[in-house]
């Protein structure tokens, strides 16, 4: 995912012109099929490359190629509001087996895929403090809510989509790279609830003034 620079270009472009008032629909049509084919291209060399580093995919999986395709379109998929749809994690581990190595991949991407979550709604929090008049008790007992936050996300994330999973042989072990995604919508709900209901414990914050930290 990393050869992806035209593409990301593309994606930017594409989004630039959903959110302009004067664009016309064709012209959006058109740009969205060209970004959908430079994704093709991109994710059938990337394919090619890690079909050289050793990498295969197991009997009823998708093609890699049509596995990174899926996965980069997934990134670059925003909603009618300009926020993206998903967060998107990847994770790899080496093990003795394929499915000891699985399970730590998974486990990986999903810790980077709560640490992104944390970075973007630590982000929202510190803003909505800034913009609300909170005394300094109130505005630390957010800070050590969002201190608590990623463990307690972690634990309540539901079910992650799994949108790339291949592995190579290491050796005598066996290596595996996945990539999750989580719905962004979903992901903020959690988030909220998880920080609302700390900060009903622990700051004496009343639900006007909570409701406003959690403007996002």
Not at 27 to 55: C, F, P, Q
Not at 78 to 96: C, H, L, M, W
Not at 162 to 167: H, K, N, S, V
């Amino acid at each position: 995912m990393k050869k992806i620079n035209l593409f990301v270009i593309s994606v930017i472009t594409l989004t630039m012109l959903f959110a302009h008032p004067f664009v016309v629909a064709q012209s959006s049509k058109e740009l969205k099929k060209e970004v959908k084919s430079r994704a093709l291209k991109d994710a059938r060399k990337e394919a090619k490359r890690l079909g050289k580093d050793g990498y295969k995919v197991n009997p009823g999986q998708l093609p890699m190629d049509k596995q990174l395709e899926k996965s980069w379109m997934m990134a670059y998929e925003f909603d009618d509001k300009g926020q993206k749809k998903y967060f998107i994690a990847d994770g790899t581990s080496v093990g003795e087996t394929q499915t000891a190595a699985k399970l730590q991949a998974y486990e990986v991407a999903k810790i980077n895929l709560a640490g992104q979550i944390e970075t973007e709604i630590a982000g929202l929090v510190t803003t909505n403090i800034g913009n609300q008049q909170l005394s300094s008790d109130e505005a630390a007992s957010v800070t050590q809510t969002m201190g608590q936050f990623k463990s307690k996300l972690n634990q309540q994330m539901g079910r992650t989509l799994t949108i790339f999973e291949a592995y190579k042989p290491v050796g005598k072990n066996t290596e595996v790279r996945v990539t999750i995604a989580y719905s962004t919508e979903e992901a903020l709900k959690i988030a909220k609830n998880i920080i609302r209901e700390d900060l009903k414990k622990t700051s004496g914050m009343d639900d006007q003034k909570i409701s406003k930290v959690l403007e996002f």
